[in-house]
T-cell receptor, first 109, second 111 residues
Framework: KQEVTQIPAALSVPEGENLVLNCSFT??????LQWFRQDPGKGLTSLLLIQSSQREQTSGRLNASLDKSSGRSTLYIAASQPGDSATYLCAVKDDKIIFGKGTRLHILP | NAGVTQTPKFRVLKTGQSMTLLCAQDMNHEYMYWYRQDPGMGLRLIHY???????AKGEVPDGYNVSRLKKQNFLLGLESAAPSQTSVYFC??????????FGPGTRLLVL
């Protein structure tokens, strides 16, 4: 059974720092992996989608990597800003879609 | 484009009552999904649909039914609500294997 883990559960960093969020999964036979952002009381906003054949995707200050063989993905956020404060979730798709429980990020002004 | 919309935004039910949550999307997506989000449990897939007239069970389907009579709509039904179904419900849609777009959520409280 696929399990998706995100560590740490919460993270606080000063504004301007670069940071990495981690996502690991137990079964490497996935179709894709997606990173989302969720603001309190809101729905999820897609950030990046990495297909299984891809190694990374970039959008602005965000870069997501995928290493299927080791069952890991990272989301790199460059030059963090207070507006980046949110919960970040990863989700893998095999025959189902399984979400991690998220990392709650707080950027300190 | 409105994207993905959900109706209602908030609802309070008594145990045993029934209700239907409506999800609508205007992006012509084939796939639609219903999730529930609970503290400490994360997001879990209830049911999904890969096209008009089709539905399939997700991770936690018990106590829920769904219908996809029109491509743009995906309905989630609770026939006899239980307190364990208190949650925030999210609908999403996507093209096959592509980015999922989420609605704003429905907060359901079952007393």
């Amino acid at each position: 059974k696929q399990e998706v883990t995100q560590i740490p559960a919460a993270l606080s960093v000063p504004e301007g720092e670069n940071l990495v969020l981690n996502c690991s999964f137990t079964d490497s036979a996935i179709y894709n992996l997606q990173w989302f952002r969720q603001d309190p009381g809101k729905g999820l906003t897609s950030l990046l989608l990495i297909q299984s054949s891809q190694r990374e995707q970039t959008s602005g200050r965000l870069n997501a990597s995928l290493d299927k063989s080791s069952g890991r993905s990272t989301l790199y956020i460059a030059a963090s800003q207070p507006g980046d404060s949110a919960t970040y979730l990863c989700a893998v798709k095999d025959d189902k879609i399984i979400f991690g429980k998220g990392t709650r990020l707080h950027i300190l002004p | 484009n409105a994207g993905v919309t959900q109706t209602p935004k908030f609802r309070v039910l008594k145990t045993g009552q029934s209700m239907t949550l409506l999800c609508a999307q205007d992006m012509n997506h084939e796939y639609m999904y219903w999730y529930r989000q609970d503290p400490g449990m994360g997001l879990r897939l209830i049911h999904y649909s890969v096209g008009e007239g089709t539905t399939a069970k997700g991770e936690v389907p018990d106590g829920y039914n769904v219908s996809r009579l029109k491509k743009q709509n995906f309905l989630l039904g609770l026939e006899s609500a239980a307190p364990s179904q208190t949650s925030v419900y999210f609908c999403a849609s996507s093209y096959p294997w592509e980015t999922q777009y989420f609605g704003p959520g429905t907060r359901l409280l079952v007393l």
